[in-house]
Each structure stands twice: as C-alpha cells, then as structure tokens.
C-alpha cells in the first residue's frame, strides 16, 4: 500500500505543480519581472516534472518487486523488512534530486530560459544525456518487465505443478489476478507516460512536447480509476468518498427545498376586512 500511496502523492504534486504554472503565467504581468523569482519559477517549471516522473517510476518498480516476493516467497514485505523499505524510499526521493544537482552545478544540463514561455532542460553533455535515458526509462522499465516475467513464470510453474495434484489453491489465484491487473496497469501506464520522458530526455520543444505533457496528464487523470482496479482497497475508499459527498449534496438540497421564502406580488393588494361589532341584548 505504501508504494501506492507514494505513487499518488506524486499524481497530485505533478498535478500542483501544473496548475502552480499555469498560475504563474497567466497572472504575471510584471515587463521585468525579479530575477530571483524567475529563475526560481524557470528551474522549478523544467526540472520538477522529471524529479517526479521518475520518482513515480521507481515506486512502480518497488510495488512490482514487494510484490514478486509476494507471491514467490509468501511474505509479507511491508512487516519482515521495514528497515529495506525505508533505505529504499529514502533512496528513490533522493538519488534523483542528488543526480539533478550534480548535473546542473557541473554544467553538464542547463535550463533554457524563455521569456513569456516555459523552460526546459537542455544537455551540454551527450553521455549525460544517455545516462539519463538509461535511468530514467530504459532501466526502470527493463527491470519492471524482467520482474513481471519472473512472477509469470513463478504462477505458470505452480499452476502446472498443482494441476498434476489436482488442486488449485485461492492463494494461486488471487496471485495470478495481481499479475494480471498490474500487467493491464503497466502497460496502460507505460503507453501514456513514456513520450513524455523520452521528450524530456530528448529535449525535444514544439508541439512534441505539448503532446507528450497531454498525455501525461491523461495518465494521471487515469490513474485513480486503474489504481481503483489494481487494488479492492482503494475501490472501496473511492465509493465510499462518493457516497459521503452524494450524503452531504442530498442534505443540502432537502435542507434548501424545506425553507420557502415569503413572497407577495407586486400587483396585488391586500383588503383588511373591519371588525363586526357584536350587540348585545
């Protein structure tokens, strides 16, 4: 759970940080705007969507590995190796910032500033432009397909074992599911995520680059949904999310439709009919 939680912290600081942009361009009206500023929009602008691009990339790949051993060893990863758990989150936040770092003091990527427009990284330096590729897309990627393929093999071999025993246990099955649907997943996510780290990497500007941002934003629109499908916990969250604000709509709308204003019309007057005066006898 954990990893997916991280997973979906950086959906909504990508998420942020495009509307923190968006923000920022459309208000600025200043013709000479402070230096410090820009510079600090500029390199957050450029530099922020790939931090967390990869930081949602090596979540994905820790899942898949918490996972693989899973269902290979039947041990629960979260509770047997919290000291690993933590080194590796700790290691997935900051390698990529350090490299970052690194880079951009050596002067080997540098942020092509745009007056009026958006800023992105350009490499100085071509085996830091490889490096980054290998990094960010190819390895992650490689290592993602090379565990899904083990845990296939893994079902496959014990499926196959079970069936000359006659017998296929709830926990082969529920395995066999989770393979499935982060398979469905991965590639869902992989087919919208990847143009827009290879156009990063690339330094590719114009409409690719619009392209491949759109489609990045699709995936993370997706992401509720398919995570949803992925794990039954955050199903059942996301609908009882839904049925707490249709609860609180409902109470909303009866409590407004049971107070009626009084009105009169405008036309109309009103006759006051006289007292009868009683006699008496």
Known sequence: MQWIYAYLIADALLLLRFFFT???HTISTDCQPNTAWFLFICYFEAIADNYLNIVEVYALLALNVCRYVQIAYNRNVYKHHTILLTLA???IYLMPFISLFIQFICEWTQVQVVIRGSC???YTNLYI???????AFA???????????ASVRHIRLTSNLQRTQHHVSAREKYNRSLVVQFLIFYVIWAGLWSPNIIVFQVSIGGNATSIARTLNFIEIA???IIIAALDV??????KKLWMHLRKIIRFEVSSRAQIHPITTKANAFSY?????QTTKF
């Open 129 to 135: 432009q490889i490096f980054n590729i290998i990094t």
């Open 233 to 238: 916990r955050f199903w059942q969250s996301w």
């Open 272 to 276: 006051k009919t006289p007292q009868l």
């Open 120 to 122: 992105q990284v350009i």
């Open 22 to 24: 968006y923000i920022i």
């Open 89 to 91: 989150h700790i290691s």
């Open 222 to 224: 997706l992401d509720p």
């Open 139 to 149: 390895l992650p990627i490689f290592l993602n397909i090379l565990i899904i393929y």
